[in-house]
């Protein structure tokens, strides 16, 4: 069973806020839907390991430069920028 | 005009018997007229749909012969990139985000002069099964606009089954391109994983996600399928169409084809919609294909399985959404923190924070190994699962959905009750296999009903040939009111 402390603490690992008034309802949506994702495992079967589907691997180039993405096109998107970077609230005081 | 296929279109307009300026102006009359009752589009692009017109008619002008999809009106779902064309996934959390480059799909439609009318409705981020978690409200059933369009791809479905776009772009990660097909009686396919670029594709679950064709007939989603199934090196699970264009082979003969069908697929689908899939099977035996049945016990594991690790990628893949490089962000904070939580919180829709939690839960230290670990590991029992069944048949034969559209707000408000509706669809994307949705019949209600036809990894070809067969042989699809008069 999930319990509230337990959405609290996903939460915060989300960088989500959940309101007071929000908290039961989700609990108990979580709650179904994580009893649900449990039936796995009554599974009897052990599965079978998955590397990846078609069973690609990495493909491998040259490092080499090619032309980028232009800075104040990418900017521009930002809701606050200033010198050509993103600007955001000091991390550190 | 008494023509809506491509092919048909791109030799009236060859033959100088309608302008590409006239078909994409009556496209764009029909947005006007209809997109109020439908709500497909959530941006129209018509500046740059006469702009590209005119470079067609141009062409044609000077004689010049014009390729297949060329002056064609299409439409793209709002989680495929458009440089310089605003993108929202529709989500409040990217309402004003204009791309800075186009999705390798778009790049290659856009090498070939298809006429883009604009950007269509979609379940915010790609998740739900109704449209009604997008942030401009759903898109409509153009059969019944009291239904839902389905979803994810309702917008796409919206469109071409209403006759506001001739073809569409969509992306399936859970069923989101076959069920809205289905809803709104008409084509849809789902790629095998890496036949199409996924690159400009915003990321909803990158290990399940495929964009692929919405159109009314299966003729024309496999001339799309040709057009944008290309290796491509800006994503690292590509690997193209192998083999020649599918468009070669769709006409074949299927004599002796083995269809399979799984009875688990049967399981609790609504009695109509059974019957009009074993309706599909005896079309199929007069055609000359042998029906076979078999068991498939590993497919109970497939709604859980997906859940767990879709969820789990969308949980990393939405974690860039922070507010600092693109999209929404918070008005006042105290802190970096602060402003990341706030924007999040307000930006995301209900879905799409259940479905971070829940992603989050999963990965999270004490759970991984129950949930994600095992699912992983089940996700491999139902990829041989699939594996072993292709030594016995040429494709599955399966129902695309176990009902047809509901009607609007009422998707069904148990979250574990909602998810059961993409049972039938789920397997393929688990397994990276082909699958196709063509309309198979009509409920009491009129309302479509789609079968799907689902195919070993990198045969299309063969999905494509085992749909045109029944479609040309079994003639259930009925155009809307709406749109386009055809």
């Given at each position: 069973m999930v319990t509230k402390e337990e959405i609290m603490k996903i939460a915060i690992l989300s960088k989500l806020f959940v309101a007071d008034d929000e908290i039961d309802g989700l609990t108990e949506d979580m709650g179904k839907i994580i009893a649900f994702a449990d039936t796995i495992n009554n599974a009897a079967d052990e599965g079978t390991d998955f590397d990846h589907i078609n069973h690609l691997s990495n493909v491998l180039r040259e490092d080499v430069v090619v032309p980028s993405l232009d800075r104040e096109k990418i900017l521009a998107n930002a809701k606050d920028s200033d010198e050509g970077c993103f600007l955001v609230k000091n991390i550190m005081k | 005009m008494s023509e809506s296929k491509i092919a048909g279109l791109h030799r009236m307009l060859e033959n100088k018997e309608i302008s590409c300026q006239e078909l994409t102006q009556a496209y764009l009359d029909a947005m006007e007229r209809d997109n109020g009752s439908l709500n497909a589009y959530v941006t129209a692009t018509p500046e740059s749909a006469l702009e590209t017109a005119a470079a067609v008619d141009e062409k044609l002008a000077r004689g010049e012969s014009i390729g297949l999809l060329e002056g064609i009106p299409m439409t793209l779902k709002d989680n495929i990139s458009t440089d310089g064309i605003r993108t929202t996934c529709c989500s409040k959390i990217l309402e004003n985000y204009v791309p800075i480059y186009d999705a390798t799909v778009w790049k290659l439609l856009r090498q070939q002069n298809a006429v883009l009318l604009g950007k269509t409705n979609m379940d915010e981020f790609a998740m739900g099964s109704s449209c009604e978690n997008s942030c401009f409200g759903g898109a409509k059933n153009p059969h019944n606009v009291n239904h839902v369009a389905g979803g994810s791809s309702g917008g796409v479905a919206s469109a071409v089954g209403g006759h506001l776009a001739v073809y569409g772009l969509g992306s399936d990660t859970g069923g989101s391109i076959r069920q809205p097909a289905s809803f709104c009686g008409i084509v849809g396919m789902k790629p095998t994983?890496?036949?199409?670029?996924?690159?400009?594709?915003?990321?909803?679950?990158s290990s399940f996600d495929q964009i692929g064709p919405i159109t009314t007939n299966v003729e024309d989603a496999a001339i799309v399928f040709d057009a944008i199934s290309a290796y491509d090196e800006m994503d690292s699970t590509s690997q193209g169409r192998q083999g020649e264009p599918v468009c070669r082979t769709l006409k074949n003969d299927i004599k002796g084809m083995k269809l399979g069908i799984a009875r688990e697929y049967l399981d609790g689908v609504r009695d109509d919609v059974r019957q009009a899939v074993e309706q599909a099977a005896e079309v199929y035996r007069s055609l000359g294909a042998e029906i076979v049945f078999f068991d498939l016990p590993a497919l109970k594991y497939a709604l859980p399985v997906y859940y767990i690790l879709a969820c789990a990628e969308a949980s990393s893949n939405l974690g860039?959404?922070?507010?600092?490089?693109y999209g929404y962000k918070a008005e006042s904070y105290s802190d970096v923190n602060d402003m990341i939580k706030k924007t999040r919180s307000t930006g995301f829709g209900e879905e799409v924070k259940k479905r971070i939690l829940l992603g989050t839960y999963v990965l999270s230290s004490g759970y991984y190994d129950a949930y994600y670990k095992k699912a992983q590991k089940l996700r491999g029992t139902l990829v041989s699962a699939f594996s072993d069944a292709f030594r016995s048949c040429d494709v599955i034969l399966a129902p695309t959905v176990p009902m047809t559209a509901f009607e609007n707000g009422h998707a069904v408000s148990d979250p574990v009750e909602t998810y059961l509706t993409d049972i039938c669809t789920v397997p393929v994307n688990i397994t990276g296999l082909p699958g196709i949705s063509v309309p198979c019949g009509y409920d009491a209600k009129g309302m479509p009903i789609g079968m799907q036809i689902i195919g070993n990894s990198f045969e299309e070809a063969k999905i494509l040939n085992a749909a045109w067969q029944y479609e040309n042989a079994a003639r259930i699809y009925k155009p809307s009111d709406f749109g386009v008069k055809l």
């Open positions: - | 994983y890496g036949a199409v670029s996924r690159y400009g594709l915003i990321a909803y679950a860039r959404y922070d507010g600092i490089r």
